[in-house]
């Protein structure tokens, strides 16, 4: 499945009665990087979960290509070739890397086939020492590749990142980036990087977006943002 457009459309999110996203218009085009970015709160969770169809109640229309997502649950959106990334990683702490990578597989679609976990830890050399070491023994950062390794098993078309660096000390973020770097140049993928550290997510991107307060309120080529520096000030203190 090659990658194809992102297009969200009047997206609103809502937890109970809480209006978290307001009116969201969004378009990735395929096979590039978008950068979310935003303070703490500014609703990018909310926003990749709704992409997801994971936990939040939306209006409004997400489609990949033709596929409408909000009408599909989480695991036919995977299959629809859709990988999220959460930011508590969610990696099967009692299972080893090795069995964190092979269970994966199951997710991969007929159109993109599972890649193979040799593949895959060309992509991430720094697993090969871990592959028998259970999920609760390596540390944050180790977890965090794994979590990006394993959602690369299932061969995805769209990757779905949130705060991939957090809490990482720097060596760490450059592997992150660089396993990052790895994915964009060896698959066909199109990927949404939603961080607070403006600087790690807008050099892997081509494209930039910022939320405040549930809203967007930029939106252009990462080339342009370089020179939005009332933006940046107002809504990231960069």
């Keep these: 499945m090659a990658p194809r457009e992102l297009a969200v459309r009047d997206l609103h999110a809502y937890y109970g009665a809480a209006h978290i996203l307001f009116g969201i218009d969004l378009a990735v085009p395929g096979g590039s990087t978008l950068a979310l970015l935003g303070r703490n709160g500014a609703g990018k969770t909310t926003l990749l979960r709704s992409i997801a169809n994971a936990g939040v109640r ?92 394993r959602a690369m098993v299932a061969n995805p078309a769209l990757l779905l990142l949130d705060e991939p660096s957090e809490g990482l000390a720097p060596r760490i973020v450059e592997q992150v980036g660089e396993a990052v770097r790895r994915l964009q140049s060896e698959f066909q993928l199109t990927a949404i990087l939603a961080e607070q550290n403006t600087g790690f997510a807008v050099d892997l991107a081509d494209e930039v977006c910022v939320l405040d307060g549930g809203s967007v309120v930029y939106q252009g080529r990462t080339s342009e943002f370089a020179a939005a520096e009332a933006v940046r000030h107002r809504y990231l203190a960069v």
Excluded at 91 to 118: H, K, M, Q, W, Y
């Design 58 to 149: 939306t209006t409004g229309s997400v489609r990949y290509g033709e596929t409408e997502l909000r009408s599909l649950a989480p695991h036919k959106a995977a299959r629809a070739g859709l990988q999220l990334v959460p930011e508590d990683r969610r990696i099967f702490t009692r299972l080893t890397v090795r069995e964190n990578l092979r269970l994966a597989g199951s997710g991969a679609s007929p159109d993109r086939p599972a890649v193979g976990v040799d593949r895959i830890l060309d992509l991430f050399p720094m697993l090969k020492d871990l592959l028998t070491r259970p999920g609760y023994a390596l540390s944050g950062g180790e977890q965090q590749l794994l979590a990006i390794a």
